[in-house]
């Protein structure tokens, strides 16, 4: 048995994988005061009375590291810098988050690290890695007792150019860990060996302060499963998409944040790969966002420039859009009279006003329930009945009434607003880019996706969608396919051309050494993992870079990088120009992937098909309501109708047909 859980804000997912491929999921809610809870009680429920002897693998996506930094909660931290650059952290870029707002907070993490916790020692790297300044080594030293003194459990080290050559941070670590042992300590030429310099110190003083966070909640998890009896190492989804073990994960925490969306698309991804199509677009819709991503290859496309609130953390990360619109997204008419959706949020206390939990605010699920679309009975495996009278009323009150609208009239109406806001994200991460999305199938995933995704596969003119077997718990099934993943990057800031090849061979070796050796320590069989390498590299004289594959083995890597970029900016730009190439940094990727597990089809004995009255499409009508265990492999249904499962809903509107397959349901315009 695999086992992935992932928590999310509302609600923490879970799917047990069995060995014949079947599939079991489940939702419990949360519990933000200590996550770590929510995970033993869906572990529990997972297991059952079966017991862990079979339990192969224990996959686990967690946002602590993220919420940490967004509601300031991480550990105390202090920085070490070099003499003359300690306010860089508060300096920031002199840009705002938001250019026309007159009112603002902090756009730099000053509270993380706040000026009395900023200490400067005196050492000086040059661009060119020659040391212009020893390290004073006594000033290390008073500088870490006095964070410590002042409260501090971790401290970033970060000295200019570190990333050209380490060694004074090297050596200023072990002068901290002598002095005040119990001190967490993080290098920005670990964390983020680039150029510029705030994003640098952003990363690493993150990094610092999510390790004893990190470190205690992995420590309960792991007792967890201890007392579980579950007897294989836990494995942490990362930003990229792929698995750490839990010492690698204390090791360098904030490769963790950010790492939900990530799931999901890895999820996408896997969808995908197995209905036959290598590229396209998944939107999880969820009940205050709703996150798209593109899928490029048989994987989600990844950046570089990754943001936690307004604060920019440079780690790989899934290229995913988030936008306000989900199922608590509340409807509400603005000071010019007209049908706004979102971007405020009933979320899951009070909730939509059908929970009946002291919600008054009508939102996209209570016009779902008006419209027949969701069975209020049904509603989340039946386990949160829903209260149809009390939708009704309040779409009544604060839309209909207003708009001088019937009831369903204004249900239908907010469902094509919050429609058009999800087609729009669609179309920023497809149409903005350069990409067509009529040329590629869309997955819907979350408790909402099926509810909406015809409508915005029509807005956008696509033809084909995938609705994976369990759409609600896409990133806990994500996990189950993510692969075992170490990285490994050195800087560099130099020219090409300066560069000797041997110098370049031999970090390249070093790189695949140390991900290897990584593998290595996680027990996994290095032999059988893929290496993939990367560059950033940039023109001289350019503030960005681009990411350029570079073969493993390439008898010329400095031609292969050179040769690379220049097509890959031509690609990008639309045009390249005659100057040498700088090369920012190397990065080598150890990924090893599991073996894939073949679905195993859902039995349908049992389920019986009915018929209700519900609005589709704008078109009211008595439709066939079919549960999805009742679809045998191969079996087509026409539209209008309306598939029921556990986890999810899904409107297949007249035009539209879907057949069944082992795992996923194609739902496929008509010609």
């Not at 993150?206 to 007897?231: H, N, Q, T, W």
């Not at 989600?300 to 790989?316: E, K, Q, W, Y």
Request: charged share 20%.
């Amino acid at each position: 048995m695999d086992i992935g859980i992932d928590i999310g804000g509302t609600f923490t997912d879970a799917v047990l994988r069995g060995g014949d491929g079947s599939l079991r999921s489940l939702k419990v809610p949360s519990t933000p005061d200590d996550p770590a809870r929510a995970v033993g009680h869906a572990l529990e429920r997972l297991l059952g009375k079966r017991g862990a002897e079979g339990v192969r693998r224990f996959l686990h996506g967690t946002t602590v590291a993220t919420n940490a930094i967004l509601e300031n909660t991480a550990a105390p931290v202090g920085l070490i810098a070099t003499r003359g650059f300690a306010d860089v952290i508060e300096l920031g870029r002199m840009t705002r988050a938001s250019n026309y707002d007159l009112l603002f907070g902090p756009q730099t993490p000053v509270a993380l690290v706040p000026p009395e916790r900023r200490m400067e020692v005196t050492e000086r790297i040059g661009a060119d890695g020659a040391v212009l300044e020893l390290l004073d080594e006594a000033e290390v030293a008073e500088a870490a007792r006095a964070l410590e003194a002042s409260g501090a459990r971790a401290v970033a080290i970060c000295f200019l150019f570190a990333f050209v050559d380490p060694a004074h941070e090297r050596r200023a670590r072990e002068i901290v860990r002598a002095t005040c042992p119990d001190l967490a300590v993080s290098l920005s030429s670990e964390v983020d060996p680039a150029p510029r310099e705030y994003e640098r110190t952003c990363a690493t003083a993150f990094d610092a302060a999510l390790k004893p966070v990190m470190s205690d909640y992995l420590g309960r998890v792991e007792a967890i499963l201890r007392g579980a009896e579950v007897g294989v190492p836990l494995q942490v989804m990362h930003s990229r998409g792929g698995l750490l073990g839990a010492a690698a994960a204390r090791g360098r925490p904030i490769r963790l944040t950010l790492s939900g969306p990530s799931a999901a698309a890895i999820g996408a991804a896997a969808v995908l790969r197995g209905a036959g199509f290598p590229d396209g677009v998944s939107i999880d819709v969820g009940g205050t966002s709703a996150d798209v991503a593109v899928i490029r290859d048989g994987a989600p496309a990844l950046r570089m420039d990754g943001r936690i609130g307004t604060f920019p953390v440079r780690v790989p990360t899934a290229d995913v859009l988030a936008v306000a619109a989900g199922g608590g997204s509340i409807a509400w008419i603005d000071a010019a009279g007209g049908l706004r959706v979102g971007p405020r949020s009933a979320g899951a206390a009070p909730g939509p006003a059908c929970y009946r939990r002291g919600g008054t605010r009508p939102t996209v699920l209570d016009a779902s329930v008006v419209l027949g679309l969701v069975d209020p009975a049904r509603f989340a495996a039946g386990e949160l009945p829903l209260d149809a009278a009390a939708a009704e009323e309040a779409i009544a009150r604060e839309v209909a009434g207003p708009l001088g609208l019937g009831v369903r009239e204004a249900a239908v109406a907010i469902h094509r607003v919050i429609n058009a806001t999800m087609a729009e994200a669609v179309r920023a991460v497809t149409v903005a880019r350069g990409v067509d999305p009529r040329d590629l199938p869309l997955v819907a995933a979350g408790g909402g996706g099926g509810l909406h995704v015809a409508a915005i596969a029509e807005d956008l003119g696509q033809t084909r969608i995938v609705i994976p077997a369990a759409p609600g718990v896409l990133a806990a099934t994500g996990l189950l396919d993510a692969p075992l993943e170490h990285d490994a990057a050195r800087g560099f800031g130099r020219l090409l051309d300066d560069l000797p090849e041997e110098e370049l061979r031999a970090a390249i070796r070093a790189l695949v050494e140390e991900t290897r050796a990584a593998m290595v320590a996680e027990g996994a069989d290095a032999g059988a993992a893929e290496v993939v390498l990367t560059a950033q590299a940039s023109f001289a004289g350019q503030g960005h870079a681009l990411e350029v594959p570079l073969p493993v083995g390439d008898d010329d890597p400095r031609a292969a990088i050179r040769d690379g970029f220049v097509a890959l900016h031509r690609a990008t730009y639309g045009h390249a120009r005659e100057a040498p190439v700088r090369l920012i940094a190397l990065r080598a990727v150890c990924r090893l992937r599991t073996a894939p597990v073949a679905p195993r089809a859902v039995s349908g004995a049992g389920a019986a098909r009915t018929r209700r009255a519900a609005v589709i499409a704008g078109l009211a009508g008595e439709v066939a309501v079919v549960p999805r265990a009742a679809l045998r492999p191969g079996e087509v249904l026409e539209g209008p109708a309306i598939i029921e499962q556990d986890d999810t809903t899904v409107v297949v509107p007249a035009g539209w047909r879907v057949t069944a397959g082992p795992a996923h349901l194609l739902m496929e315009r008509a010609p």
